[in-house]
């Protein structure tokens, strides 16, 4: 079964609006990561948080973890046209040592 | 600098053609991952190795047979390619595992296989 779900599915903002994305997992996690994949590339990684930080920054992003909701939230501030693109987030249970993967979300941002 | 590559990027064949897609990572990482994503973007981990040696090996036909030659190449074989193959696969690397703790992974461009 899925261990990473993220919500909504899909959104669609203006640009310089702030964007979030939930992210909810069902078994405990040694970290959460968040990936971004724009259309026909590869994923790229946005940022890890482990399991015993609750809040993490880098530029825009803002990547917070309720580990007792079991929920992750990534937040992108001012967002630009360049952000559209799929969000992923991918948990890290140290189980069988694999990354699992939610479906992601489809992030519009119009100019 | 492509830090990781796979070729080919499309690759279209027939049902029942045996065809391979090859990755390499410049980037000294331990280990690496073969990743195959559907239509609907979902993204399933097929294959790991950590130096060269298997380490996770999901639920996977076996006429998909991933060979590592080393650290820094992982490539991935497939036989009697089906039409639910078709799919994109990504090829990843990563630090090697400190325990439980598993590092950030970075991405090839993919490989688009199409089975007709």
């Known amino acids: 079964s899925q261990q990473g779900e993220e919500d909504p599915q899909a959104l669609s903002i203006q640009e310089g609006e702030n964007a979030t994305m939930n992210c909810s997992y069902k078994?405990?996690?040694?970290?959460l990561q968040w990936y971004r994949q724009n259309s026909g590339r590869g994923l790229v990684h946005l940022i890890l948080?482990?399991?015993?930080?609750r809040e993490k920054h880098s530029g825009r992003l803002r990547v917070t973890l309720d580990t007792s909701k079991k929920s992750s939230s990534l937040l992108i501030t001012a967002s630009r046209a360049a952000d559209t693109a799929s969000y992923f987030c991918?948990?890290?249970?140290?189980?069988?040592?694999?990354?699992?993967f939610g479906k992601g979300i489809t992030l519009s941002v119009r100019p | 600098d492509t830090a990781v590559s796979q070729t080919p990027k499309y690759l279209v064949t027939q049902m029942g053609n045996d065809k391979s897609i090859k990755c390499e990572q410049n980037?000294?990482?331990?280990?690496m991952y073969w990743y195959k994503q559907d239509s609907k973007k979902f993204l399933k981990i097929m294959f790991s190795?950590?130096?060269?040696?298997?380490?996770i090996n999901e639920t996977v036909p076996n006429r998909f047979s991933p060979k590592s030659p080393d650290k820094a190449h992982l490539n991935l074989h497939i036989n009697s390619l089906e039409l639910g193959d078709s799919a994109v696969y990504f090829c990843?690397?990563?630090?090697?595992?400190?325990?439980?703790?598993?590092?950030?992974?970075?991405f090839g461009p993919g490989t688009r296989l199409t089975v007709t």
């Open positions: 078994t405990s996690i040694n970290n």
């Open positions: 980037l000294g990482h331990d280990t």
């Open positions: 990843a690397s990563s630090q090697a595992a400190s325990g439980r703790f598993w590092y950030e992974q970075y």
């Open positions: 190795y950590n130096n060269k040696e298997l380490i």
């Open positions: 948080i482990r399991s015993n930080e």
């Open positions: 991918a948990t890290d249970t140290g189980a069988n040592s694999k990354l699992t």
